[in-house]
T-cell receptor
Framework: DAKTTQPPSMDCAEGRAANLPCNHS???????VYWYRQIHSQGPQYIIH???NNETNEMASLIITEDRKSSTLILPHATLRDTAVYYC????????????FGSGTKLNVKP | EAQVTQNPRYLITVTGKKLTVTCSQN?????MSWYRQDPGLGLRQIYY???????DKGDVPEGYKVSRKEKRNFPLILESPSPNQTSLYFC???????????FGSGTRLTVV
């Protein structure tokens, strides 16, 4: 599985967009980009995933660069409840034997 | 409601006393997995299972056992718990679609 690199922490003002970057320069053609978040000590929560097209759901948008070497998770209007650790994971589709979580990015949403 | 259920949520036990943490999912998922989470070390995979009677080691399997006799259940067994197994444990499951794992709420285990 391709390795991912994320900044350890980021701040965002409440109500503003939070843009969380992830580098995955060794991603291969059949690997998807997944985003999860973990609020305090709760179980990680799936947010969104994509292969090469940009994706949007009710929680967030995922922007993947054309060369697929990096991506950005966008929370359009961050709230205090979005304060969490966000994990970017690259994984071959349908192969969940090993699903590695790196260190993630701690997003602090401030009033 | 689709969910992964772990029990117990909290457990304090003594060194050497066998224990089992149960995990059950109601989504007919093939894949199930156990993780432990420790400060500074993140989430580490203990064991995973690809289907009934098919299990394999993750990154930190020492001191743990699992079984997958039914598709919905994936218990984690600590035959002789030690203090270094004090941790927050998560069970997760996934189907063949691309959505990744659904996680349980966690079990906080303390071994004294």
């Amino acid at each position: 599985d391709a390795k991912t690199t994320q900044p350890p922490s980021m701040d965002c003002a409440e109500g503003r967009a939070a843009n969380l970057p992830c580098n995955h320069s060794t991603i291969s053609g059949n690997e998807y980009v997944y985003w999860y978040r973990q609020i305090h000590s709760q179980g990680p929560q799936y947010i969104i995933h994509g292969l090469k097209n940009n994706e949007t759901n009710e929680m967030a948008s995922l922007i993947i660069t054309e060369d697929r070497k990096s991506s950005t998770l966008i929370l359009p209007h961050a709230t205090l409840r979005d304060t969490a650790v966000y994990y970017c994971i690259v994984k071959e589709a349908g192969n969940f034997n090993k699903f590695y979580f790196g260190s993630g990015t701690k997003l602090n949403v401030k009033p | 409601e689709a969910q992964v259920t772990q029990n117990p949520r909290y457990l304090i036990t003594v060194t050497g006393k066998k224990l089992t943490v149960t995990c059950s999912q109601n989504m007919n998922h093939e894949y199930m997995s156990w993780y432990r989470q420790d400060p500074g070390l993140g989430l580490r995979q203990i064991y995973y299972s690809m289907n009934v009677e098919v299990t394999d080691k993750g990154d930190v399997p020492e001191g743990y056992k699992v079984s997958r006799k039914e598709k919905r259940n994936f218990p984690l067994i600590l035959e002789s718990p030690s203090p270094n197994q004090t941790s927050l444990y998560f069970c997760a499951s996934s189907g063949p679609a691309n959505y990744g794992y659904t996680f349980g709420s966690g079990t906080r285990l303390t071994v004294v």
